[in-house]
C-alpha cells in the first residue's frame, strides 16, 4: 500500500510514477481525504490535550480544598465531559475516512522502483543475460505429447474428477514431481533459506496483505461458507507469518523457502495453454521469500534471482533472465526480473519464476516493521519462484527427449528418483 503521507503531501509523484505503468489517475480526490483525515487527527489530539488539562486541574483544586461537588469542579467536569463527547465524534469522522482512504489506497498498485526500465508492455522488457545452450533440432516434441507417451499425466480423468486444467500425476510423472520438490527444497536450505510448510486456505488479510485482494479476487477460489480462500502463491501464507509484528533488525534479514499447491482460475486465459502443464488451475511450487532491511533490499532482488537461477543451472535447463519494465510489473512489485526456461519442443522461452522486490509495499499493507534501537520502520519484502514445478517438468520433458522414446534427466535428481532417464512403457 502507497504512503498516505506521500498522498498528502506529494501526489504528483504517486501520479507520475503510476503513469509510467500506463495508469492515468487523478488523485485529488484522495489527497483531501488523506488531508482532512490529518486535520481532523490533530483536532482531535488537541481536545485530548485539553482535556487531560482539565482533568488534572480537577485534581488539583480538590486537593486545595475546592468541593468536589462545588460549582467551580462541577464546570470543569462539565468542560471535560462536552470535550469527550466531540473527541468521541471526531474518532467516529476519522474512521469513516480512514476506512475510505484504506480501500481506495489498497487498490492502487506500487510505485515502480527509479532501476526499473520505462516500457509499455511485455514486448519493452529488457534481457538481461543468458544461460545454456538451448537445442534447436527439428521434429522435438512438446510436453504433453511425451508427457503421453510415457504415461506420465492423465487429463481425460482429471477433468471427470474436477474440470478441465486439471492433471493426475502417475507412476514415474508422480514421481519426479514428488523428487524436484524435495531437490528444490534441499537446495534451497543449503544456501541458508528455512523450510516452511505454510497453510493452504488463507483469509482475506492473509491475501489483502500480500496485494492479491481487493484486485484479483476473480483469479482466486473462495470457500462459500468461512473466510477462507485457496492460496494463490506461497507467497501470501509467508507475508502474513509476520502480520502485525515488529520484528529486531538483528535478526534480518529472514529467508524462506516453501512448498505449497497453488490454485488460480486464470481468468482471462481461456483458449491459451490448453494441454500440458503450462497454465492449470491447481499446480506446486517452492517460493522463495525474504524480509530485508530497506537498504539491503537490492542486494537481496540479486541474490534471491541468483537462488532460483541456480535451480535451473543444476537442472541443466537453459534460460534467459529478463527485467520487466515498468508497464509489464506486478501488482505489488516495484522491480521484477522473470526467469524464462527454454522450451525445446516449442522452440521458445516461457517464464518459469518471477522474482520481485516489493519494497515497503507488503509490508504496509501487512503492518510489518523491524526494531532497531528505540525507533520502528517498516522493513522491505521481497519474493520468488524458486521453481514452478509443473512448468520445471515440462522443461526436464521437453529438453532431455532422447531418439529412442526416453528422457534423460539431471544427475541431480538422480539421488531423488534412483535412476537418471524416464522409459516408455514396457
Excluded at 523428487?179 to 505454510?198: C, Q, R, W
Excluded at 520484528?247 to 486464470?266: G, H, T, V
Aim: hydrophobic fraction near 35%.
Amino acid at each position: 500500500m502507497l504512503d498516505q503521507r506521500l498522498l498528502r503531501d506529494n501526489p504528483e509523484l504517486i501520479s507520475q510514477q503510476l503513469g509510467r505503468r500506463g495508469l492515468v489517475l487523478d488523485l485529488s480526490d484522495l489527497q483531501a481525504i488523506a488531508r482532512r483525515e490529518r486535520d481532523l487527527e490533530e483536532q482531535r489530539s488537541a481536545l485530548q490535550a485539553e482535556g487531560n488539562r482539565i482533568g488534572k486541574e480537577v485534581g488539583q483544586r480538590i486537593q486545595g480544598g475546592a468541593s468536589a461537588s462545588g460549582p467551580e469542579v462541577q464546570e470543569l467536569r462539565e468542560q471535560g465531559n462536552r470535550i469527550k463527547h466531540e473527541v468521541a465524534a471526531l474518532e467516529e469522522q476519522e474512521k469513516a475516512l480512514e476506512q475510505q482512504l484504506r480501500q481506495q489506497l489498497l487498490a492502487l498498485p506500487n510505485l515502480p522502483s527509479p532501476l526499473t526500465p520505462d516500457g509499455r508492455d511485455e514486448a519493452d522488457n529488457v534481457v538481461v543475460r543468458e544461460w545454456g545452450d538451448p537445442r534447436r533440432e527439428p521434429g522435438l516434441q512438446e510436453h504433453w505429447e511425451i508427457a503421453d507417451r510415457l504415461g506420465l499425466i492423465d487429463t481425460e480423468r482429471s477433468t471427470r474428477i474436477a474440470q478441465s486444467r486439471f492433471v493426475t500425476l502417475l507412476g514415474q510423472g508422480a514421481r519426479l514431481e514428488r523428487a524436484l520438490i524435495s531437490f528444490m527444497l534441499d537446495l534451497h536450505g543449503t544456501k541458508g533459506y528455512l523450510e516452511v510448510l505454510p497453510p493452504v486456505l488463507v483469509n482475506t488479510a492473509s491475501l489483502t496483505g500480500s496485494g492479491q485482494l481487493p484486485k484479483f479476487a476473480e483469479e482466486s477460489f473462495r470457500c462459500a461458507d468461512d473466510d477462507l480462500w485457496l492460496t494463490p502463491t506461497a507467497e501470501v501464507p509467508l507475508t502474513s507469518l509476520h502480520r502485525d509484528e515488529v520484528i529486531p533488525a538483528d535478526q534480518l534479514p529472514i529467508r524462506y523457502a516453501a512448498y505449497s499447491p497453488c490454485f488460480r482460475r486464470e481468468a482471462g486465459s481461456y483458449g491459451r495453454d490448453t494441454r500440458g502443464l503450462i497454465r492449470l488451475h491447481q499446480f506446486n511450487k517452492v517460493e522463495l521469500y525474504w524480509f530485508c532491511r530497506p537498504e539491503e533490499s537490492e542486494a537481496a532482488h540479486e541474490q534471491l534471482t541468483r537462488d532460483a537461477e541456480a535451480v535451473l543451472e543444476a537442472l541443466e535447463l537453459p534460460y534467459r533472465r529478463l527485467e520487466l519494465c515498468s508497464g509489464d510489473l506486478g501488482f505489488s512489485a516495484a522491480r521484477t526480473y522473470d526467469l524464462e526456461v527454454w522450451l525445446a519442443g516449442a522452440g521458445t522461452y516461457r517464464e518459469i519464476s518471477s522474482c520481485s522486490t516489493c519494497s515497503d509495499f507488503q509490508a504496509r499493507r501487512a503492518a510489518i516493521r523491524m526494531k532497531e534501537g528505540k525507533g520502528t520502520q517498516l522493513l522491505h519484502t521481497l519474493n520468488g519462484s524458486g521453481l514452478a514445478i509443473g512448468r520445471t517438468m515440462a522443461a526436464l520433458l521437453e529438453n532431455g527427449q532422447q531418439a529412442d522414446g526416453s528422457v534423460r534427466l539431471p544427475a541431480v535428481l538422480a539421488p531423488y528418483l534412483g535412476h537418471d532417464r524416464l522409459l516408455p512403457p514396457a
